[in-house]
């Protein structure tokens, strides 16, 4: 009687890294992709993590954020057309300001046990200004608009450069002194509280932060999804290598 062989199982040294992605969340309506809530996420965030070897992860809001990171070995807090509650920060609205409560208090939670799980975490836009808000720091709430940090042409064309702090993680990942990046974004960080600066637009805008300590928590301001930049590559393959 011949006897079916089962596969052998991968070693757990090859095993994809799972990395969450946090989602959008719209109200649905008439001529919408669904006329009932829904949450979305663009494509090529979850492509360029799949392209760096992990597997990507999306998450909704109504979760137990500790026990999911438990169960995840990294982190993406992604951007959209949304900013993070000033609230948060001591501040005020300004008129141009549209927080999302229900997507910052999720993300935050999320951000809060990947940090106290030794998780890396990468946070985009305005992933990287949860980051500063959760490092006690502070966001200028609406950019001069000659500063043209939305830049006029296609988010899958750079919209500018960007200058790399020496001696940073950032810097040791990208291997490289400035980047191409895209821009997309009409709030930026003002104070980065108890992160460090790691990377400044020619305005002097500031386009990257990170934690000091041994783990992975860096947050650019510009899109390496569209890995427009051979640094956008390495920064995805840096955490999913951190997320073995």
């Given at each position: ?236 393959a840096a955490l999913v290598e951190t997320a073995r």
């Amino acid at each position: 009687m011949m006897r079916r062989m089962t596969p052998p199982r991968p070693s757990p040294s090859h095993r994809a890294p799972l990395i969450g992605l946090t989602l959008d969340h719209e109200p649905g309506g008439p001529g919408q992709f669904s006329r009932y809530p829904f949450h979305a996420l663009r494509e090529n965030y979850l492509s360029a993590v799949s392209d760096a070897g992990g597997m990507a992860v999306c998450l909704g809001y109504d979760c137990d954020a500790e026990a999911l990171m438990a169960r995840l070995d990294g982190l993406i807090v992604t951007g959209d057309a949304f900013d993070v509650d000033p609230a948060l920060y001591g501040e005020s609205p300004h008129p141009l300001t549209s927080p999302r409560p229900a997507r910052t208090a999720a993300e935050l939670a999320l951000l809060r046990a990947a940090l106290a799980q030794g998780k890396p975490v990468l946070g985009i836009c305005g992933g990287m200004q949860l980051l500063a808000v959760h490092a006690g720091g502070t966001l200028i709430q609406h950019l001069p608009e000659e500063l043209q940090h939305e830049q006029p042409n296609p988010r899958h064309e750079p919209g500018h450069a960007i200058d790399i702090v020496p001696g940073t993680k950032l810097a040791q990942i990208v291997g490289t002194e400035r980047m191409s990046v895209n821009s997309s974004h009409h709030q930026a960080v003002r104070d980065p509280g108890r992160a460090k600066i790691c990377a400044y637009a020619p305005d002097d805008t500031i386009e990257a932060i990170e934690l000091d300590g041994p783990g992975f928590a860096i947050g650019v301001q510009w899109h390496p999804e569209f890995s427009l930049d051979p640094g956008d590559r390495r920064l995805y393959a840096a955490l999913v290598e951190t997320a073995r």
